[in-house]
């Protein structure tokens, strides 16, 4: 039946999302570096300069992976704030509870092990949630901005950070040729695994373009929905709040 088909594709993408970052998790930041030339340093950057992030708040990183964006917050919450780096991976927040806490970041993180369609918090509870490069890979991504939405606070922020649409086409070509014939040999030579990336490279072309994911937002509770393009649209960073 046609649901059957859908229970099976939903399960053989979730099974393939945790092969991929498995796979990768040991290697993850340096794929980041090699793959974005360090760009993603700048595009993180940029988020939590969009944050609004005070002292004392609390804050979910959502598809935390590694911790980049926890880190910042952590020290920008102080110790009478709170952040959690939620990722339904195991070895992705191994690899970020490792490194954070050789950085010295303590105390006021913890990590959970969570599905963004599914948050295990209660209502109202965050100031602020990033999901940064994460929305991609769920697999029900309207149920994921409807469970953001549950536990964020009136007056809360979300931060979306994802690939999105070139704005120029030939942009959009020659970014397609990256993705497509350079990533998996990055992939092949760093992580002995070029269908991790070739995986990467499908999953940023089926991702929703700038206003499909704005209009996703909006359906799921969000008011002001804006994003803004960076690096010409190759990523984008929508933000909405909850009032
Ligand atoms: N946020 C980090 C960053 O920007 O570097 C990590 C991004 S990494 C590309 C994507 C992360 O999303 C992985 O750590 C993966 O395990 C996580 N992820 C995938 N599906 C998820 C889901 N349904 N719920 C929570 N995390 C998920």
Known sequence: TDFGFRTVAREEKQAMVANVFHSVAAKYDVMNDLMSFGIHRIWKRFTIDCSGVRRGQRVLDLAGGTGDLAAK???MVGDQGQVILADI???????????????????NINYVQANAEALPFPDNYFDCITISFGLR?????????RSMFRVLKPGGRLLVLEFSKP?????SKAYDAYSFHVLPKIGELVVKDPDSYRYLAESIRMHPDQDTLKGMMDAAGFEN???FNLTGGIVALHRGFKF
């Open 89 to 107: 991976n195991d070895s992705m927040l191994k690899m970020g509870r490792e490194k954070l806490r050789d950085l010295g970041i303590v105390g």
């Open 137 to 145: 890979n769920v697999t029900d991504k309207d149920k994921a901005l």
């Open 225 to 227: 929905v804006s994003y």
């Open 167 to 171: 704005l120029l086409e030939p942009l």
């Open 73 to 75: 917050f952590s020290r």
